[in-house]
């Protein structure tokens, strides 16, 4: 008899390895591919539900596999109808994950780590331990949770889908584009890649890797300033990749892609705000086509940073448009459930 902890995670596999265990039980290949739809593209949690499977194969797969399924551990509704969810792992990590219900729009913001390595100032998951990656079909279980619960809610399903939650996924890359892959296929969930954004906070070999493989999805820089010195202290990350090395690996990447890349710009009150910081910003959007999302900024109880003033971001977006750089202003979601960007922790888990 197999104990639990030596069964193997059957979302782990391929098709094509899933085949070959099904030949060595026995089993016909055609019935791996049965199970193999269950896991994926009907995302089920339980051999018991796989209806067109023999009990006796049921009990067999039980014996021999998991599926190590995400669950909902507690969501919340914020008066905008942002619900923010957090998560439980198999291994009972936390992790949270967010559907933002705009007019024309339902996104769902996805976690790619356990916490996050890298320590952006103004980031409240900056301030947890990473623990570890998040697997592909980790990261595809909370997709498939918030798009029900998208449908169970406002009667839709979810239309785009934005790698920024916690942890940088460009840390975790082969696991993030597996699961975009699955995300993406026939025999996954089928959506759009171009419906699909991965933000980075700026791992220059990393987007050139994105050029190199071509992908279809579209990539975000959370850039916040275009000044090394002021991005240095609220990112530590920018030291050993400045601004320098973002764009020449940017340029890159658009050279191999072609996809224009969003730049998100969260100003922040008396640091980044003023005429200068917007010149400066137009200056490092001249490098390749691209848009600009400021986003307003939710303080968070460990660090000092607070919003910018409405007139000032108003005035920096005008600016922007003056030096014909496309700028949007994305006012917060979900402030009041800490549920709006740069707000996302578990609690508990610090
Ligand atoms: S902003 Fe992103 S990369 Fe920076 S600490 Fe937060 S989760 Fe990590």
Same mark, same amino acid.
């Given at each position: 008899m197999?104990?639990t902890?030596q069964?193997?995670?059957?979302?782990?596999?391929?098709? *094509?390895?899933l085949?070959?265990h099904?030949?060595q039980? *026995?089993? #016909?290949?055609f019935?791996?591919?049965?199970v193999y739809?269950?896991?994926?593209?009907?995302?089920?949690?339980?051999f018991?539900?796989?209806?067109?499977?023999? #009990?006796?194969?049921?009990?067999?797969?039980?014996?021999?596999?998991?599926?190590n399924?995400?669950?909902?551990?507690?969501?919340?509704v914020?008066? *905008?109808?942002?619900?923010?969810?957090s998560?439980?792992l /198999? *291994?009972?990590?936390l992790?949270?994950?967010?559907?933002?219900?705009?007019?024309?729009?339902m996104?769902?913001c996805?976690?790619?780590?356990?916490g996050?390595?890298?320590?952006?100032k103004?980031? +409240?998951?900056?301030?947890?331990?990473?623990?570890?990656?998040?697997?592909p079909?980790?990261?595809?279980?909370q997709v498939?949770?918030?798009?029900?619960q998208?449908?169970?809610?406002?009667?839709?399903?979810?239309?785009?889908?934005?790698?920024?939650?916690?942890?940088?996924?460009?840390?975790?890359y082969?696991n993030?584009?597996d699961?975009?892959?699955k995300?993406?296929?026939e025999e996954?969930?089928?959506?759009?890649?171009?419906?699909?954004?991965?933000?980075?906070?700026?791992?220059?070999?990393?987007?050139?890797k994105?050029?190199?493989?071509?992908v279809?999805?579209?990539?975000?820089l959370?850039? %916040?300033?275009?000044?090394d010195?002021?991005?240095?202290?609220i990112?530590p990350?920018?030291?050993?990749?400045?601004?320098?090395?973002?764009?020449?690996?940017?340029k890159?990447y658009?050279?191999?892609?072609?996809?224009p890349?969003?730049?998100e710009?969260i100003i922040?009150?008396?640091?980044?705000?003023?005429?200068?910081d917007?010149?400066?910003?137009?200056r490092f959007?001249? %490098?390749?086509?691209?848009k600009?999302n400021?986003?307003?900024?939710?303080?968070?109880?460990?660090a000092?940073?607070?919003n910018a003033?409405?007139?000032?971001?108003?005035a920096?977006?005008e /600016?922007?448009?003056? %030096?014909?750089?496309?700028t %949007?202003?994305?006012?917060?979601?979900g402030?009041?459930?800490?549920? +709006?960007?740069?707000?996302?922790?578990? #609690?508990?888990?610090?």
């Amino acid at each position: 008899m197999i104990t639990t902890r030596q069964k193997i995670d059957i979302r782990s596999l391929s098709l *094509d390895a899933l085949q070959k265990h099904f030949i060595q039980m *026995d089993e #016909k290949s055609f019935r791996a591919k049965q199970v193999y739809e269950w896991l994926w593209k009907k995302s089920c949690f339980s051999f018991s539900e796989m209806s067109n499977i023999s #009990k006796e194969l049921r009990t067999k797969l039980d014996e021999n596999f998991v599926i190590n399924n995400v669950r909902i551990f507690n969501s919340q509704v914020s008066a *905008d109808k942002t619900i923010k969810n957090s998560f439980i792992l /198999h *291994d009972t990590h936390l992790i949270e994950g967010v559907l933002i219900p705009t007019p024309g729009r339902m996104t769902a913001c996805v976690s790619s780590q356990v916490g996050c390595s890298l320590t952006c100032k103004f980031c +409240a998951t900056g301030y947890m331990e990473r623990k570890r990656n998040l697997n592909p079909d980790e990261i595809y279980d909370q997709v498939v949770l918030i798009d029900n619960q998208c449908k169970q809610n406002y009667g839709m399903p979810l239309s785009n889908i934005v790698y920024m939650g916690m942890g940088e996924p460009l840390l975790n890359y082969k696991n993030v584009l597996d699961s975009i892959e699955k995300i993406t296929s026939e025999e996954g969930l089928n959506m759009a890649a171009k419906r699909i954004t991965v933000s980075t906070a700026g791992i220059a070999k990393m987007i050139k890797k994105l050029g190199d493989d071509q992908v279809k999805f579209n990539l975000a820089l959370s850039l %916040h300033a275009a000044n090394d010195e002021k991005r240095n202290t609220i990112m530590p990350i920018n030291e050993q990749n400045s601004l320098k090395a973002l764009a020449e690996a940017l340029k890159y990447y658009y050279a191999k892609t072609k996809n224009p890349v969003t730049y998100e710009y969260i100003i922040f009150d008396g640091f980044n705000d003023n005429i200068q910081d917007a010149e400066e910003l137009a200056r490092f959007c001249k %490098h390749l086509p691209c848009k600009v999302n400021i986003i307003e900024y939710n303080p968070i109880a460990f660090a000092d940073y607070l919003n910018a003033g409405e007139d000032k971001v108003e005035a920096f977006a005008e /600016h922007l448009r003056k %030096h014909g750089v496309n700028t %949007h202003i994305r006012r917060s979601r979900g402030k009041d459930i800490d549920a +709006a960007c740069g707000q996302l922790a578990i #609690k508990d888990a610090k």
